[in-house]
């Protein structure tokens, strides 16, 4: 059933024009009467309760809009005989019953919808648990986030971030679970889970891979077993879902040491002022690993991370024990995270999203104080992405950004620090 009410909107006209409709209708069905007296269009007063109930919705305009039809009828009887009386009072039980139908209409619609509504604040609440929000600062880094879901309606869908200030330092996640929309949240719920405890519990960045494969495969585990009870007798026995997630983990120490582990995921971007000299030898480099030297210009550079692991689910025993990759942010430089739904949207020619050159322009324009800006970097690269699908992007897009802001003295050496000010 068409909504007038969308087309209204659609049109751009105002929105009180749909209580208007139906005093409008009847005013045009008098006036035609009026003009063509061989003709008798008052059979059409009984669509006016149909108009306000598809206009508006509420039944206060239903039972005018009845009142004011029925009313003219009246009004149209005097100066004539019983049989315009008969022909009229059968138009006026048609508007009666097209009333009493359409009140009831619009109440269930006004049920529904509330019922609507209030499972829609359920979900936003649920999702927003789900994907929490970013803090907009951890240990001197700006964060920002943003999530374009290709589920209409859906804040989430197959790919999760999160940010979290720990004991190691900054450490981040971004992923990607195989399939989008609704049906792979349950996964991404389980993998969150998992990678806001290990977080905290491990010390080294592979350990929280490990911890988070693990928790992948349990998780099939058992969905397996649910969806096939009786092939599933025993643990050992049970099938595993044939599910694999695409994964980046990062961890950003306060003086701007990097470590990443890469499973199969798209390589970030680093955006700001770089460094034009050659590396230093080494355990930690000085700028974005970008072969072996430093990126000259402003133009944002992929982060060499070497040969990506194998997706999270597909990992063996010498994947999870591989090292982790060494690099440094720079103060300024921001760090690009997001999933494979940024780089392979397309347009409805299917030319595929100009991600290098839009993130360029992106960070241009969001500069702020010579560096980019987190937020509004994130903002403009997410807002290029669904002007260049449409709207609508065919697979779940994540995108994270982290930017260095300031140097952050060490917990143990701030009372140090801070003994050499002196006192007032």
């Excluded at 080294?204 to 599933?232: F, I, K, M, N, Y």
Aim: charged content about 20%; aromatic content about 4%.
């Amino acid at each position: 059933m068409i909504r007038i009410r969308a087309v209204i909107r659609a049109l751009g006209l105002p929105s009180a024009l749909m209580y208007l409709l139906p005093g409008a209708w009847i005013a045009v069905v008098l006036a035609v009467s009026a003009v063509v007296p061989g003709e008798n269009p008052l059979p059409a007063l009984a669509v006016a309760p149909a108009i306000a109930c598809l206009g508006s919705g509420r039944r206060r305009c239903v039972l005018v809009s009845g009142g004011i039809a029925l009313g003219a009828l009246v009004a149209g009887l005097v100066g004539h005989g019983a049989r315009e009386f008969e022909a009229r009072l059968g138009i006026a039980v048609a508007v009666l019953a097209v009333v009493a139908l359409c009140f009831w209409m619009a109440g269930r619609r006004t049920g529904m919808a509330a019922e609507l509504e209030r499972t829609r604040e359920i979900a936003a609440a649920t999702q927003r648990v789900l994907l929490r929000p970013l803090p907009q600062r951890v240990n001197g880094y700006a964060v920002a986030g943003e999530y374009l879901s290709a589920s209409r309606g859906a804040r989430v869908g197959g790919d999760l971030y999160e940010v979290l200030a720990t004991p190691y330092g900054l450490r981040a996640v971004l992923g990607d679970v195989r399939g989008h929309g609704l049906d792979a949240i349950d996964t991404v719920a389980a993998l969150l889970g998992s990678f806001r405890e290990a977080a905290h519990d491990e010390p080294e960045l592979t350990g929280v891979l490990s911890r988070l494969d693990r928790s992948l495969t349990r998780h099939l585990r058992e969905r397996s077993c649910a969806e096939h009870p009786a092939v599933a007798d025993t643990e050992s026995q049970s099938p595993v879902a044939e599910e694999f997630v695409t994964l980046l983990l990062v961890q950003l120490s306060d003086d701007g040491k990097l470590l990443t582990v890469n499973c199969g995921h798209p390589q970030p971007y680093v955006t700001g002022p770089y460094a034009t000299e050659p590396y230093p030898t080494g355990p930690y480099p000085t700028g974005p690993c970008l072969n072996g030297h430093a990126a000259a210009g402003e133009r944002p550079q992929p982060l060499a991370l070497g040969d990506p692991l194998p997706p999270l689910g597909l990992l063996d025993d010498g994947d999870r024990s591989a090292p982790a990759h060494r690099g440094m942010l720079l103060l300024g430089q921001a760090l690009v995270l997001y999933t494979d739904g940024l780089q392979d949207a397309r347009d409805a020619s299917g030319v595929f999203f100009p991600l290098p050159d839009a993130l360029a322009a992106a960070a241009a324009a969001t500069r702020s104080g010579g560096m980019p800006a987190a937020a509004p970097l994130a903002r403009a690269l997410s807002a290029a992405a669904l002007r260049h699908t449409g709207g609508r992007p065919a697979d779940d897009i994540a995108l994270l950004v982290l930017v260095r802001e300031a140097a952050r003295i060490p917990v143990r050496n701030r009372s140090a620090a801070l003994s050499g000010v002196p006192r007032r």
